[in-house]
């Protein structure tokens, strides 16, 4: 499956909508509250039962699950590679960060690149694993809904173009793109370092319309948990 596909799988399954290459709502999902949740529980099984993955015979935590799954959204890998040979991977290179997730972890699929930003530039952020540029999964995008669908496609003739005549540099021909091309991102962290930024992000007048709508969804979703004290 191309990374396009699962790109629009992330943001149907959990709950977003898709008009062509326009996110018209981003996906947003609680995956795990401090464990996982059935929403987490039934996108992560969707990608494991692409790969027919067993999560080692079903030995894997719900921890561990939410370590592989937050893993692959940098590449989009969710179709290749078994969640044993992808530990293996991460422990020989090292790549051992993906485990600070804690707390609370919330899928954010589909909203532009400069949202994403917005939303890991906080003092109370504590672990995001994002879409990166160097990658094959960010060749072919989706784009945020801000964006003019006419003047989307007069971009994408003229970045097709671009690929025909430069360098084979994954990660400056995938920076030619816009900031309103749709990331991936999990970001997690405890209740009320979610509660901190909700409450001070969301009375921010001039805060941005796209952040604001991700924002609020979070709030809401939150605000269904067995843990929600605010």
């Not at 939410?66 to 969640?83: G, H, N, P």
Request: charged share 25%.
């Amino acid at each position: 499956m191309n990374h396009l596909n699962i790109a629009k799988q992330l943001i149907t399954l959990s709950g977003g909508k898709i008009n062509n290459r326009i996110v018209e709502k981003p996906g947003i999902s609680i995956l795990y509250d401090y464990n996982l949740t059935a929403e987490g529980t039934k996108i992560i099984n969707h990608f494991g039962d692409m790969r027919n993955d067993d999560f080692d015979k079903g030995k894997m935590t719900d921890f561990h699950k939410l370590v592989d799954f937050s893993a692959r959204i940098t590449y989009l890998s969710y179709d290749k590679t078994s969640a044993v040979a992808l530990r293996n991977k991460l422990k020989a290179l090292g790549h051992l960060n993906v485990y600070d997730l804690n707390g609370i972890a919330v899928l954010v699929a589909g909203c532009s690149l400069e949202c994403i930003l917005e939303l890991v530039s906080n003092r109370v952020n504590r672990s995001c694993r994002l879409t990166s540029s160097k990658t094959k999964a960010a060749i072919e995008t989706l784009y945020s809904k801000q964006i003019d669908p006419i003047w989307l496609e007069q971009f994408l003739a003229l970045r097709a173009t671009y690929l025909e005549q430069t360098t084979d540099n994954l990660e400056a021909s995938n920076l030619f793109n816009l900031s309103a091309k749709c990331g991936y991102a999990v970001i997690s962290m405890g209740m009320r370092d979610w509660n901190f930024l909700l409450q001070a992000r969301l009375r921010d007048e001039g805060l941005e319309e796209e952040l604001r709508e991700v924002l609020t969804e979070i709030q809401e979703q939150l605000k269904k948990s067995p843990n929600w004290m605010f």
